[in-house]
């Protein structure tokens, strides 16, 4: 049954004012920090094995120092997303990044484990809300129909970062030292973290040049912190995106050291190949955002069978390729697994933007990224490191991708649920708006 864009997804039209040139250099800009959020993130990937050599650390360490990021952005995102929505989305943007790059700088001065776990710790609190703040900012720019397509580029920006991340510090590493490549992904970021403000000012995009209005929608929708959770669609939106995400971070994390092991590369040689894996993930990213928008503008219930389609896909893909002998037939498929298995990130981002007041869209996507990464990004390189302690590597990567198989599931009943959580969500808007009118009525 074909159902168009319900009233529920947002009164406001953020974008109204907002030259097109404008919008594209704030999404340049925000896309560009979020690339020194992950390249600051996943340079440790890259060298791994110098760490594991230098230091004597066993794989369920290296995983924790991966993971602690993780899940410091899974528990900090919400509160930070809350007090940027109310203090103001720029100013604390630039303050993310300050923090990240100078935590950075800390973890290419560190002397031993200890202290390269608190530095990554601190790259975490940093790092923590910049994904749902940023992507809020990047969607209050650009008209709601493009809600997919941009999400899915602005996440696109996480596997371009993660893909420089490795590269860059895969070579710095190999010519320079591995305290190298941490300052080297420092130093762009505090670049960037400094001309942001010039250019990005708060009272061009900031939801309070819609204040009114919004506290109008607001009014009418009844309690919009509410629509975070208030329907079985958006709560299986954030669980089945977690439940991916455990697959492709957990790929993207050890994927350098998997080349390594397997197939006798150096830190250069395997950051490199790594990368070009983690660019399928990104043009995935926004391929499948695109696709998403194209075919779903009327029927926005088939970006949930998308995502089903994705999941299966990219179980399929890496499994076969993970029962195949080391060479490059294996490679190939790990890069087309990759290129699906990231799919769901826009359509999941549409779904919780449609289904969740603009108002705390920077609260909703912090949801988001709460469930990518205590679902996900967090736990998936931890067990993967210890289930390889137990049986190695390659074993681990084959067992891996049947959590693509769980993610389906909540997908669907996402699916089957979607319609009616839409038809209600009218329902409250309608009755919240008689209310309003009653009571300006008796006034």
Avoid at 37 to 44: A, F, G, I, P
């Amino acid at each position: 049954m074909a159902f168009h864009h319900s009233p529920a997804d947002d009164d406001v039209d953020t974008s109204i004012g907002i030259p097109r040139p404008y919008a594209w250099i704030v999404f340049a800009l925000t896309f560009g920090l979020l690339i020194s959020d992950y390249m600051s993130r996943q340079v440790l990937n890259a060298v791994f094995p110098l760490l594991k050599s230098e230091w004597a650390l066993s794989d369920s360490q290296l995983g924790l120092l991966s993971g602690i990021v993780a899940l410091m952005v899974g528990l900090l995102t919400f509160p930070l997303s809350l007090l940027a929505d109310r203090f103001g989305r720029v100013k604390s943007l630039v303050l993310m990044a300050l923090l990240w790059s100078l935590a950075t700088l800390g973890c290419a001065l560190a002397e031993n484990y200890q202290q390269m776990l608190i530095a990554r710790f601190l790259v975490g609190v940093g790092e923590a809300a910049y994904g749902s703040v940023g992507a809020a900012v990047v969607l209050s720019v650009f008209p709601k129909h493009m809600r997919a397509t941009l999400t899915g580029a602005f996440m696109a920006g996480a596997m371009f970062g993660s893909v420089l991340g490795m590269a860059l510090g895969g070579v710095l590493a190999a010519h320079l030292g591995w305290r190298w490549a941490f300052a080297g992904m420092a130093l762009f970021g505090l670049l960037l973290a400094v001309l942001y403000p010039i250019i990005v000012k708060e009272s061009r995009v900031s939801h309070k040049r819609f204040a009114d209005a919004a506290r109008q929608a607001a009014d009418k929708a009844a309690r919009p912190l509410r629509t975070l959770y208030s329907s079985r669609s958006v709560i299986s939106a954030y669980v089945g995106s977690g439940l991916q995400l455990f697959v492709c971070g957990t790929v993207i994390v050890w994927m350098p050291s998997y080349l390594n092991r397997y197939y006798q590369m150096g830190t250069d040689k395997a950051g490199a190949v790594a990368a070009i894996i983690v660019l399928c993930s990104g043009a995935g990213m926004i391929l499948c955002g695109m696709l998403s928008d194209r075919m779903c503008r009327n029927r926005p219930d088939r970006k949930i069978t998308l995502s089903i389609a994705y999941c299966l896909g990219s179980c399929l893909l890496l499994s076969l390729a993970f029962a195949l002998p080391f060479g490059l037939p294996q490679l190939v498929l790990i890069c087309l697994g990759m290129l699906i298995a990231t799919g769901t990130s826009g359509p999941a981002g549409a779904m919780v933007a449609n289904l969740t007041h603009y108002s705390v869209h920077g609260t909703a996507f912090a949801t988001l990224t709460l469930a990518n990464n205590l679902l996900g990004l967090a736990p998936g390189p931890l067990i993967t490191g210890k289930v390889s302690d137990l049986i190695g590597l390659q074993a681990a990567f084959q067992l891996l991708p049947l959590i693509s198989i769980a993610a389906a599931l909540v997908f669907f009943y996402a699916k089957r649920h979607y319609h009616n959580d839409i038809l209600r969500l009218r329902g409250e808007i309608l009755d919240a708006k008689a209310s309003t009118a009653a009571c300006e009525v008796q006034s």
